[in-house]
Nanobody
């Protein structure tokens, strides 16, 4: 069982930055691929970025490449999402998910555990 708690969301102007954190419980955090997803009102939960367990391979959605960076600290059981050059279309609830896998998976239904989400609002 893995419990995830996101933090770091908020209101920011376009062009600004935020850093999201996702703290995980459990002793086997390094075995999990971690993903960040986002969901706008009335929309599906879309993949944003993912990072695999021990080797730390990363993968990004095209819409955030060059602006967002995912990282993890296995000693702190935490995954981060650094978001720069934010745009109004980045506005959504951001969720982190955990999957017992050695590779990054981009489909939300594959993830086994989810946090409660954190709201990110980017004003124009």
């Amino acid at each position: 069982q893995v419990q995830l708690v996101e933090s770091g969301g908020g209101l920011v102007q376009a062009g600004g930055s935020l850093r999201l954190s996702c703290a995980a419980s459990g002793r086997t955090f390094s075995r999990y691929t971690m993903g960040w997803f986002r969901q706008g009102p009335g929309k599906e939960r879309d993949f944003v970025a993912g990072i695999s367990g021990r080797d730390g391979n990363t993968y990004y959605a095209d819409s955030v490449k060059g602006r967002f960076t995912i990282s993890r600290d296995n000693d702190k059981n935490t995954v981060y999402l650094q978001m720069n050059s934010l745009k109004p279309e980045d506005t959504a609830v951001y969720y982190c998910g955990a999957l017992a896998s050695t590779v990054v998976v981009t489909t939300s239904r594959s993830y086994e555990y989810w946090g409660q989400g954190t709201q990110v609002t980017v004003s124009s």
